[in-house]
């Protein structure tokens, strides 16, 4: 893509540290300023998109050259971050405790190779990229909880679904990267 004002490499890092760098780096930037950020995480196929949208800045485009995948992120005007939203966030043994006591809706947001390699009891596979579209699988009524790798995700998660007039959900963090508990 021409016109790109800033390359960010944040090849081998995983979820959230490419959303991470992003951040730090458009921050760096004037508006209309375009962002190339190179990264070898598929997660961040769903990842950058949402953050961007999420945060007032426009996804252009993403290029896949072979496991490489380049994002192009132009920044939004003054207002580029949105005020954060009161997230409800428990730890791993927290919610563990609660799903001790009886069945509850649990959506693990990672893409599908990483919840096929290993995911928490009862949960139910719906992608980042796939929450805002696929929000009539979660249910409205009851608690609903989030989890993805590390939390960032599923605050992701947890942002979109609010901005659809949910108000039940509670992310689960740090998640699958740092989970003991029982795995399917």
């Excluded at 300023?33 to 007032?56: C, F, H, Q, Y």
């Excluded at 994002?71 to 939203?85: F, I, M, Q």
């Excluded at 992608?127 to 979660?138: F, K, S, T, Y």
């Amino acid at each position: 893509m021409e016109n790109v004002t800033k390359t960010l490499d944040a090849k081998g890092l995983a979820c959230p540290m490419p959303v991470v760098r992003t951040k730090k780096a458009i921050e760096e930037l004037s508006a209309g300023d375009i962002l190339e950020v190179v990264v070898t995480d598929r997660g961040s196929i769903a990842d950058i998109p949402m953050w961007a949208k999420n945060t007032g800045h426009e996804y252009m485009e993403l290029v896949e050259e072979g496991d490489v995948l380049k994002h192009y992120v132009r920044k939004g005007g003054k207002t580029t971050d949105k005020e954060e939203s009161p997230l409800k966030t428990i730890t791993n043994e927290e919610y563990l405790e609660i799903s001790e006591k009886g069945p509850v809706t649990l959506i693990d947001v990672r893409e599908p190779d990483e919840f096929a390699a290993g995911h928490a009891p009862g949960a139910k596979n719906i992608p980042l990229g796939q929450v805002e579209q696929r929000a009539d699988e979660i249910p409205a009524e009851g608690d609903v909880y989030i989890m993805c790798r590390s939390g960032g995700r599923a605050g992701m998660a947890c942002d979109t679904l609010g901005t659809l007039g949910r108000k039940n959900l509670i992310r689960v963090a740090p998640g699958m990267g740092e989970w003991d508990g029982p795995v399917e």
